[in-house]
Nanobody, 120 residues
Framework: HVQLVESGGGSVQSGGSLRLSCKYSGHTYSIYCMGWFRQAPGKEREGVASIDSDAAKTYLDSVKDRFTISKDTAKNTLYLEMNNLKLEDTAMYYC???????????????WGQGTQVTVS
């Protein structure tokens, strides 16, 4: 099993920045891919960014050039740096992990509880 705990959400004005963190623990040696997802009220959960064990990254088109996903394996922490935030980025953000390369698919096995990002 893998445990995921997100932090770093909050309220920010349009154009501002936030950095989300996801501390992972458990059977971390088996993780191949990790991702960030978000879900706004009344909308489906969507993949925002993913990174695999080869450090290959995938991004949702609407966040390219604004968001950066990274991972510090020494700290067992996944990050999402979000710049130039827009109103439409408001959502609950979730960290996810899986043993397969799922990229932005929603079928990840392990999920965190989420951290709220509100842009006004």
């Amino acid at each position: 099993h893998v445990q995921l705990v997100e932090s770093g959400g909050g309220s920010v004005q349009s154009g501002g920045s936030l950095r989300l963190s996801c501390k992972y623990s458990g059977h971390t040696y088996s993780i191949y891919c990790m991702g960030w997802f978000r879900q706004a009220p009344g909308k489906e959960r969507e993949g925002v960014a993913s990174i695999d064990s080869d450090a290959a990254k995938t991004y949702l088109d609407s966040v390219k050039d604004r968001f950066t996903i990274s991972k510090d394996t020494a700290k067992n922490t996944l990050y999402l740096e979000m710049n130039n935030l827009k109103l439409e980025d408001t959502a609950m953000y979730y960290c996810a992990a899986d043993f397969y390369n799922l990229q932005l698919a929603r079928s990840y096995t392990y999920w965190g509880q989420g951290t709220q990002v509100t842009v006004s």
